[in-house]
């Protein structure tokens, strides 16, 4: 029997496909600090548990295919006190932000067809679309340039009859780059010229640093072409609960995306009643998690400035930075240094960045860190990364 080439051809997760790795490295008796993987460690709000708990159901049942009302209406809220006109019939509750992007993926472009992608991306971007038989294009950012927004010419360079939409996130994963006005204006432009749809993931609005605001792609009135695709793992630190958001204004994308909403019935019940508690919170939550982050991203970066050779900028949002080292493969040394090297018996995991790449051979000498861990122990993790580089490069 053979198997079908979507499921030979889909990528293994470069972030999780060298965890023997740190296996090996836990066996030998070593402490693996993880910046490998975008898992905060700050606790779920009690909010989530205390409103389970309090509208807690006599039976778990199925709940309306794009979310419980209540929750539909309650994202509804948050989006428009964040100046982004969505209502609760724009909404589809979906199994993380994940569900969301194949939703969208899948409802804009037939097997074949192509979307441009602003490279380094989200990893699961490419699984995802190798899943539906959908080519992702990319166009290559440069950490050089901070990761900025490629000039536009880059885009029309690749621009077919085959090219239905264009995916992007901002703040992003895995840079830290957050996209300012007049690089968005750019990409709604180009989308509205060749009539293309825009995938926006939207998942670390609250997270910019620096006096960078985040701005919505809906701000530029695109109603029609644009999908957000929203998710409350990481602004909650509630990655487990499943949660995310399709959202459009389209009615004929949004009433298509709801058959496949009804096909696979519906998000997690249980999950739902909680993230109401979270939307319900006022800001004082977000605002002590953003000040937590920002000291997290200033250890990392003050470690990160002390290895020679390095090319990076300081990251603007989200809770990651991608550096460019100098390493001559960046996989084999994150895998070398776990096997190979620690300090008092201690060791670190980052993401080799090629995964996050089209390009075939892009982001060779590349990795994400994802500043995930308390800061100190941050410090600690980014002085081995540094080190490591050091000792790999004089073996």
Same mark, same amino acid.
């Given at each position: 029997m053979n198997l079908s080439e979507r499921a030979l051809n889909m990528q293994a997760s470069p972030i999780r496909k060298l965890i023997p790795y740190a296996e090996q490295a836990k066996k030998a008796g070593k402490k693996v600090l993880h910046l490998n993987i975008g898992q905060p460690d700050l606790e779920t709000p009690k909010a989530f548990f205390d409103y389970i708990e309090k509208n807690k159901p006599e039976v778990v049942a199925y709940t309306h295919s794009a979310g419980l009302i209540e929750l539909r209406e309650a994202f509804s809220a948050y989006y428009n006190k964040n100046n982004i006109p969505f209502t609760s019939e724009d909404i589809i509750v979906t199994n993380g932000g994940s569900e969301a992007i194949i939703f969208a993926l899948a409802a804009i472009a037939d097997p074949g067809d192509e979307v441009i992608v602003i490279e380094p991306f989200y990893a699961n971007y490419k699984g995802f679309s190798e899943m539906i038989n959908v080519k992702l294009v990319p166009v290559r950012a440069l950490p050089e340039t901070g990761y900025a927004v490629p000039p536009t010419e880059e885009?029309?360079?690749? +621009?077919?009859?085959?090219?239905?939409? *264009?995916?992007?996130?901002?703040?992003?994963? @895995?840079? $830290? #780059?957050? &996209?300012?006005?007049?690089?968005?204006?750019?990409?709604?432009?180009?989308?509205?010229?060749?009539?293309?749809?825009?995938?926006?993931?939207?998942?670390?609005?609250?997270?910019?640093?620096?006096?960078?605001?985040?701005?919505?792609?809906?701000?530029?009135?695109?109603?029609?072409?644009?999908?957000?695709?929203?998710?409350?793992?990481?602004?909650?630190?509630?990655?487990?609960?499943?949660?995310?958001?399709?959202?459009?204004?389209?009615?004929?994308?949004?009433?298509?995306?709801?058959?496949?909403?009804?096909?696979?019935?519906?998000?997690?019940?249980?999950?739902?009643?909680?993230?109401?508690?979270?939307?319900?919170?006022?800001?004082?939550?977000?605002?002590?998690?953003?000040?937590?982050?920002?000291?997290?991203?200033?250890? +990392?970066?003050?470690?990160?400035?002390? *290895?020679?050779?390095?090319?990076?900028?300081? @990251?603007? $949002? #989200?809770? &990651?930075?991608?550096?460019?080292?100098?390493?001559?493969?960046s996989e084999e040394f994150v895998k070398w240094v776990l096997t190979d090297f620690s300090i008092d018996n201690t060791t670190v995991m980052v993401a080799p960045l090629s995964g996050f790449y089209a390009t075939e051979g892009a982001g060779k000498q590349e990795i994400r860190i994802a500043y995930v861990l308390e800061s100190d122990k941050l410090k600690f993790a980014t002085h081995i990364l540094a080190e490591a580089v050091k000792a790999y490069n004089d073996r």
């Open positions: 885009f029309e360079k690749v +621009v077919t009859n085959k090219t239905k939409g *264009i995916i992007f996130s901002n703040p992003s994963n @895995p840079t $830290g #780059a957050v &996209y300012s006005e007049e690089e968005l204006k750019r990409i709604v432009d180009f989308a509205k010229k060749h009539d293309l749809f825009i995938i926006s993931d939207e998942v670390y609005r609250e997270f910019t640093f620096d006096g960078t605001k985040h701005i919505s792609t809906m701000a530029f009135g695109e109603y029609d072409r644009t999908i957000v695709v929203d998710s409350v793992s990481k602004r909650y630190s509630a990655c487990g609960a499943r949660i995310g958001v399709f959202a459009t204004k389209n009615k004929d994308l949004y009433n298509q995306v709801m058959k496949m909403a009804q096909s696979r019935l519906c998000p997690p019940a249980i999950a739902q009643i909680g993230t109401i508690g979270l939307l319900e919170m006022d800001d004082s939550y977000i605002e002590e998690v953003y000040k937590e982050y920002d000291k997290r991203r200033l250890s +990392v970066y003050e470690e990160l400035s002390k *290895i020679e050779g390095a090319v990076f900028e300081k @990251p603007k $949002g #989200a809770f &990651y930075v991608s550096v460019k080292l100098p390493v001559d493969d």
